[in-house]
């Protein structure tokens, strides 16, 4: 994780619980972070400090065995939440777009800025 | 159909009690997920992007009617209602939770199934073609020969960490639905033209993805009691010459291509005279054995002919039109193989409900001999069912929204998941399908347009085939937004051919009209009778680039 390049600023961290393989976001604040399965609830890193932060609770998850696939997004805030810019981590905030009644869209009140194709 | 012997049993119920032990062990943190990942991918369960999943072995795209319950059951109680029929004949669960997935192995154990080798660098599932022991063009049933390589190839010691994944297709008959050119072995049963003996023809180094190539024939005529022997000479010389260095270089097609067809045959023709084949080929009796579940069943004695059936489709234009496309002539008299498509318009290509899987294997059970095949188009075959019942299967297909009569056609489309749910995928390829299915709805025109197969898939590895597509179309990122790139004039049978690229890659809101171009061009230039494909082979590609160019907003 650390050998790969950082996106750019502001970022989300995200990851697959282990057990159920839903994804999760890191919430809450830089020195207190948790797991949200909420996107609108994924704590912003703005400045490299919260996203070192980000990226070391990132390391010390996959140590624990909480998560696997954990790795920072660059997002866009959009209506006061955060967005990933790639169509591809939009899709894993949101379910398959072709089943809204499946994944997030559908246990959670999403932002429409996620539900963007 | 095969059934268990006490070993096969008892292989696969030891495997779910490791795997359920290395889920523990992963769970309580004694298992990295680095250690952990190839012992899950070797029990076909993945990391997707919204969740788990698990690509569940068909063999050679066989079901019996029980264990299509149970596929049902197990989409039920773990997932979401619902699974995915695969361009390898296999079932994907999307949504399987990582704790649940022991349990759900039992499940499938307890009608003779199992999740292994459906990923990893070993021989994948073999598929076969799916009118096996019914087509009238076949010259023997493919399924023994596939039976005996799954049995040959489970956790084969020396095989069990190539160089790459390894996929072999059989098929027995002249037609070739078993796509057997795009895998690294197909095997062709024929008879020597002299002796008239039967033995196979031997293809080698096939595949799609990033490189894709066609089968080039290494032995023309192999005898039957040779198989293992020869397959086991082809496995060891790409076992230790194919390349390790390079994923994308490490596919047997890539070391055929580089060393060329003659002196690949060459190594293979050598080792092969080494090894002691004796010790390596199966046993006749047991060859034997395994051909006598595969033995024709009971069939009553009928006339070629259905008054009944006739009758049915005089008086009922749809069903006609149904039977056109979707029925198959069977190898005995009064018998028909049925397709069941798992393309409604506007559905995802190959999913079908725990409710749907219900209802086939209760077809399968009352008009089929509870027999149910699944095809690489990713669609469902009945295939022993009496012409005078296609009537009444029809209806009660038509209620569960199965009785699509669109098989071959344009709406027929073969799409992977794609980014909807692949971790791998560069873009989507459902909503693509989607999209072109709803296009090109209507009943009269897919039948002015005839036989066409579209394939889409969401990624250069080509799950949705889409290099042997008469229309294939890849979907890939540019700059940030999905991209679609289109190709011409592939052909997944014998006559196979890797489609060639039309021009830029085109937003998705712009593909569907690219299509109706490309099939405007057919329409206005095709001779009487000439399908599409043929029409592509005699005109060639320039007059289809030139209106494909017409296309605005192409995103070059």
Redesign the interface.
Known sequence: MAAAKRPALPVILLA?D??????VFAAGDANDLNWSRDPGAALIGHDDATADRLEAFAAGE?G??HV??AYLVDVAIEDGVPVP????ER??TT?????RD???QAELPLAQAFLRA | MYRYDEFDERFVRERVAQFRDQVGRRLDGSLTEDEFKPLRLKNGVYLQLHAYMLRIAVPYGTLSSRQMRQLALIGERYDRGYGHFTTRTNLQFNWPKLRDIPDILDLLADVEMHAIQTSGNCIRNVTADHFAGVAQDEIEDPRPTAELIRQWSSLHPEFDYLPRKFKIAVTGAAHDRAVIKAHDIGLRILRHPDTREIGYEVIVGGGLGRTPMIGKVVREFLPKADLLAYLEAIMRVYNLEGRRDNKYKARVKILVHEIGTEEFSRRVEEEFARLDGPSVNADPAEVARIAAYFAPPAYDALPATSGAFEAAKAGNPDFARWVETNVTPHRQPGYAALTISLKPIGAPPGDATSEQMRLVADLADEFSLSEIRVTHAQNLVLPQVKQADLFAVWRRLGEADLATANVGLITDIIACPGLDYCALATARSIPIAQALAQRFADAGRQKEIGVLNIKISGCINACGHHHVGHIGILGLEKRGIESYQITLGGDATENAAIGEILGPGLAAEDVPDAIERIVSVYLAQRQTGESFIDNVRRIGLAPFKAAFQEVSHAVA
């Open positions: 697959n282990l057990l159920d393989g839903d994804v996959l624990k065995q696997v696939d810019r790639h169509y591809r899709m894993k379910g398959p777009s072709i089943r499946l994944g997030k």
